[in-house]
């Protein structure tokens, strides 16, 4: 038979260029590659050969190991070679495809992830699937070479059994897409029931959801801060306070250097899954900063700020915009080496005084060991620094011992090989750091985050928009690739929402509220729910199934697009008053809700949009200048109010403040004037009294 492709080069030759810095890594193996496109499925026809799909992404451990052993075994490139046709896609620049092979896979096996294992036949249909794969039998697994054997003998010998395991496989999905929830669309009801789902999904002695493996959730952190805003529901209240301390004390947050791991392998917090993902600590930086504004927790700002500078010196592109990943690995065969620590290592940087503390508030030698080699610690925060600073006869206050052994360790690791970072610039990633960014520079008074939220801002409006198409899902130096996709305009709207009302620029609303605009003209399917690709707008090969329409509904644990789409018509309505924007959330809300009814903590972003629509929005502009109106705005600023929009003075349109006081503040003076919808009162000078009239923390929703 002859081999996959006439193209001439060594195995992995076509992965070599690519942009993807996951695809070029894997034309180091012994495999003749393609990446998605018509070509292999033009190849498959041709040849009559079935395809291997493996969909994966940089900062992926699991994906490494497979492509470090399974793919570089000779046996398994030889079967490849002579009886498939080999594709390899990033997931991270192909959320599309990504995400309905997982369906696939998922409706065969019940389970997903990555790396993502497909056999296909020529027109894209999965008939055989799974996650990672060993080379041989071995960790409970088949090995992919009896795989790959016996995918071959049934392509050949049983052609009727891979087609009706591919028609099964279709039938279940198309079941999936028609399922609808039989209950009434009450969005009271759907939050009511989210709120239970939380309630008894908690976690009392370790806070988050559920069990281990525990993700972050930190839409549901939003959702349990708005429930406690809007109905003085303390309960809520403290469980999402436990759940930001316990994520900021695990090992889950990287306590040398800052940011958030992926994830936690144990109930604790204690151990995590390294890698560091863009999308999850821009979600993360907005729940914290919520938590400074509900809980003025110092270590809330700790957080933020923390994350905010491991943001700008791993992720950060000198030309404006943030990469996408740091991997969890920084050489074959490692786990976590980069970002744990012996405790000679610590003891050879630090000295007697500063180990003692640093072995104490860290929990050195306890519930951070790592499994696959104790002797390894990851750093939590085991005792608050005063109570293990008892017994020490320390020269200065610890929290200085503390901080200046905390900077010793970022120097000590910052000479370890670090695990390397996909600097690809995406859309939907970018979007979220805009907003995040604009959000902690408003409320923590801080120029520099505002200034990188809007250099990044402008980098994507003048390089990868365009109104007709909206924004491309990556921005490469030869420029913009990717239009159509649901989540990159979504984000990149609540993005531009945020900064728009922290600099109170029409420059960023007009394009959000445009991005919006196309969403709803383009992206409209069934139910009046948002389809995750545009068929209009999208650009990518028509291959694969990828024409399906598909519905990105549940967070996963990342806000689904659909539910970022309502939560972005909330916010446009704040800023513009134009009820349109809300009838429209509304309008995709009962819809979601009929879908996600039963989903609980998946469907905590939606809930969050359907609560907050029960509220009236309410605006603060202040007068005057100086300090008094300093003072104004931070309270105003920090409140954990919801639905709330601070301008320093009147904003210009489109941007719309209703009728209030008109007189002028005081010579010298300032004041906040303060609206609950169209309704305003009279004119605040009194910090304590803004705050008292926008609700304080508890639980007054307006006047």
Known sequence: MPPPSEAPGPPGHRLAG????????????????????????EVARRTGRPILLDIGASWCHWCHVMDETTYTDAEVGRLLRQHFVAVKVDRDEHPEIDRRYQRQVGALTGEGGWPLTGFLNADGELFLGGTYFPADDGHGRPGLRRVLREVARLWKDEPDRIRQNAEAIQASLRRM?????????????????????????????????????????????????????????????????????????????????????????????????????????????????????????????????????????????????????????????????????????LKSVLNADEYRLVARVFGVGTDGRMPHGPERNVLFRLLPVKDAAEGLSLPVDPEKVLAKSLATLRTARASRPAPAVDPALY???????????????????????????RRAADRWLGAAYDPARGVAHRLERAGPTGYGLLEDQVELARGLLELAEALAQPRYLEPAVRLLELIDKEYRGEDGLFRDTAPRLYDGPSVGGVDEPSYPLEDSP??????????????????????????????????????????????????????????????????????????????????????????????????????GASAA??????????????????????????????????GSPGP
């Not at 809007?230 to 403290?238: Q, T, V």
């Open 18 to 41: 690519a942009a993807s810095v996951y695809l070029r890594a894997a034309a180091e193996q012994g495999i003749d590659w393609f990446p998605w496109g018509t070509e292999p499925f």
């Open 177 to 345: 897409r028609e399922r609808r929830s039989s209950a009434s669309p009450d969005l009271e009801r759907f939050v009511d029931g989210v709120r239970s789902d939380l309630e008894s999904n908690y976690d009392p002695v370790n806070g988050g959801f559920g069990t281990a493996p525990k993700f972050p959730h930190p839409t549901a952190v939003s959702f349990l801060l708005w429930d406690a805003f809007a109905s003085g529901r303390d309960s809520s209240a403290d469980r999402a306070r436990e759940t930001l301390l316990r994520m900021a004390d695990g090992g889950l947050y990287d306590q040398v250097g800052g940011g958030f791991h992926r994830y936690s392998v144990d109930e604790g917090w204690h151990v995590p899954h390294f890698e560091k993902m863009g999308v999850d600590n821009a979600e993360l930086l907005g729940a914290y900063v919520q938590g400074v504004q509900r809980f003025a927790e110092p270590r809330f700002e700790e957080v933020v700020r923390g994350t905010l500078g491991w943001v700008r010196e791993v992720l950060a592109n000198p030309e404006g915009g943030w990469g996408a990943s740091q991997d969890a690995d920084n050489a074959p065969g490692d786990d976590g080496g980069y970002f744990t620590w012996t405790k000679s290592e």
């Open 427 to 453: 859309a939907s990633i970018n979007g979220r750091f805009v907003g995040a960014f604009a959000r902690a520079g408003a409320v923590l008074d801080d120029p520099q985050s505002l200034a990188e939220s």
């Open 558 to 659: 990342h806000l689904s697009a659909n539910a970022a789409a309502a939560l972005a018509f909330v916010r446009a309505s704040e800023l513009t008053h134009d009820e349109r924007w809300s009838e429209k959330a509304r309008a995709l809300l009962v819809p979601i809700s009929a879908r996600v009814g039963g989903a609980g903590l998946f469907a905590a972003g939606s809930a969050l949009a359907s609560g907050l629509l029960s509220m009236e929005p309410a605006s603060v502009v202040i007068e005057g200048r100086g300090p008094e109106a300093a003072a104004l705005a931070r309270t105003a600023r920090r409140s954990p109010r919801f639905r709330l929009s601070v301008f320093a003075g009147r904003p210009p349109p489109p941007f719309t403040f209703p009728d």
């Open 665 to 698: 503040p005081p010579e010298g003076g300032a004041r906040a004037l303060v609206c609950f919808g169209r309704s305003c009162g009279p004119p605040v000078s009194d910090p304590a009294a803004l705050a008292k009239l926008l609700g304080g923390g508890r």
